[in-house]
């Protein structure tokens, strides 16, 4: 059966390209908009060497409501939204909020305002671990509280989710999956996509595979003195690839009308902790290669332990994160290789 045609918002960044690669190695058609602020066009390249596949690709900003309307008169065939495009550095959310509060909110707000007449039947929205703020008790199900942001971006989230639940709640007629994300870490295991290092990483696996080739003179391990058995952070790191394929079950739930409710949240995690000392313990075990590494100070606004418990997605979705963390090292090991023999990094 011909399946339905989804466009992917951001679809050329991190985890929309391994969504993409999924969804058409699935059979779906994908259109993509993307305004390349922060991903580059060759990620089209990529896709296309693993799918065999160039997906329909649109060059704008999801903030222009006629440009997105424009989109929709070319493909009106589109059926199901997932909307990636925002913009996620949380310290540049700090120095600039409404650059943030501007680019997500009026993103999803002109999406949401297309979709019933354009006959879309459902929303992926990506959302985050974030919004659990620094939990009291992990692992965090979806019923876990929502805790005041610390940042704009955090905000930005939780203020997507809420206007979401209000568009739906007033009776719009499609569906939401909100999906939250954990840590998403690794790269496609062909290495032919991969997250696109913007400047000096402030994540902690991007950080960690440039100080492992020499990149940066040392990853500095943000702490030591939580309390956690090594006195490091824990978050859980999900495989890129486990995150992407979840949002192909999600839009297909929404398609094919599976969903029992109109909204419906899960957490996307592995249900594992990892402190920052494990992982870069796990990364050398799997890759052979050393991680120059100190002890430093905290970072400020750090969370000390968050991990997921997916058992929603796990049982209603039938999806789980099964990639064993030293294939994810392995993977942006492999990638951050691809990257230097590219000249990129
Ligand atoms: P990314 O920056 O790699 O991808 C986002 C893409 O959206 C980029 O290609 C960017 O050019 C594009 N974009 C941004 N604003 C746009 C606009 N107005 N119009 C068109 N394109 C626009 O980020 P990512 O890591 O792939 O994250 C994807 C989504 O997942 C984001 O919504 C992010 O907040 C969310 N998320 C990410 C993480 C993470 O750690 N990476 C964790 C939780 C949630
Ligand atoms: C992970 C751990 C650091 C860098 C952020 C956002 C969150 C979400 C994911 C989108 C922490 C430690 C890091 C370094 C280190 N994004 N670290 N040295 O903080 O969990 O979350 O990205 O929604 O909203 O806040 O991810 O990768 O920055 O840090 O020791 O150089 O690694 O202290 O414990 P974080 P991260």
């Known amino acids: 059966m011909k399946k339905e045609r989804i466009l992917?918002?951001?679809?050329?960044?991190y985890i929309g390209s391994h969504t993409v690669v999924e969804l058409q190695q699935a059979g779906y058609p994908v259109v993509i908009i993307d305004n390349l602020s922060n991903s580059d066009r060759a990620v089209l390249d990529g896709i296309e060497a693993i799918t065999g596949i160039r997906p329909d690709f649109v060059e704008a900003d999801c903030t222009d409501l006629e440009a997105l309307k424009a989109l929709f008169a070319k493909y009106p065939d589109i059926k199901g939204i997932i909307n990636f495009a925002a913009s996620k550095a949380v310290g540049e959310s700090m120095q600039k909020p409404v650059l943030y509060y501007r680019n997500n909110l009026n993103t999803l707000m002109n999406l949401l305002d297309l979709m019933g007449p354009n006959g879309v039947k459902g929303i992926v929205f990506s959302s985050s671990c974030t919004v659990y703020g620094e939990p009291d008790v992990n692992p965090v199900t979806e019923q876990s509280p929502i805790k005041k942001a610390?940042?704009?971006?955090?905000?930005?989230?939780?203020?997507?989710?809420e206007i979401i639940t209000d568009v739906i709640n007033a009776g719009a007629p499609f569906k939401s999956v909100i999906l939250?994300?954990?840590?998403?870490?690794?790269?496609?295991?062909?290495?032919?996509?991969?997250?696109?290092?913007?400047?000096?990483?402030?994540?902690?696996?991007?950080?960690?595979?440039?100080?492992?080739?020499?990149?940066?003179?040392?990853?500095?391990?943000?702490?030591?003195?939580?309390?956690?058995?090594?006195?490091?952070?824990?978050?859980?790191?999900?495989?890129?690839?486990d995150l992407a394929k979840a949002h192909v079950i999600a839009v297909e739930r929404m398609l094919q009308d599976k969903?029992?409710?109109?909204?419906?949240?899960?957490?996307?995690?592995?249900?594992r902790g990892v402190s920052v000392l494990e992982l870069i313990a796990a990364f050398e075990r799997a890759t052979g290669v050393k991680v120059p590494h100190k002890i430093v100070g905290r970072r400020a606004g750090d969370i000390e332990k968050v991990w997921a418990n997916p058992a929603r997605a796990n049982q209603v979705l039938g999806w789980t994160a099964n990639t064993p963390l030293d294939d994810t090292m392995r993977s942006a090991w492999a990638w951050q290789c691809k990257l230097r023999e590219k000249g990129v990094m």
């Open 8 to 13: 992917v918002t951001g679809g050329t960044g």
């Open 150 to 161: 610390t940042s704009p971006y955090g905000n930005t989230k939780q203020i997507s989710e």
């Open 180 to 241: 939250r994300y954990f840590n998403p870490v690794g790269a496609h295991p062909s290495a032919m996509i991969g997250e696109l290092p913007n400047g000096v990483p402030q994540n902690l696996v991007p950080y960690l595979t440039q100080a492992a080739m020499g990149i940066r003179a040392e990853l500095s391990v943000f702490g030591n003195d939580y309390d956690t058995p090594d006195g490091s952070c824990i978050r859980d790191y999900i495989d890129v690839v």
């Open 259 to 271: 969903s029992e409710e109109k909204i419906e949240i899960f957490n996307l995690g592995t249900g």
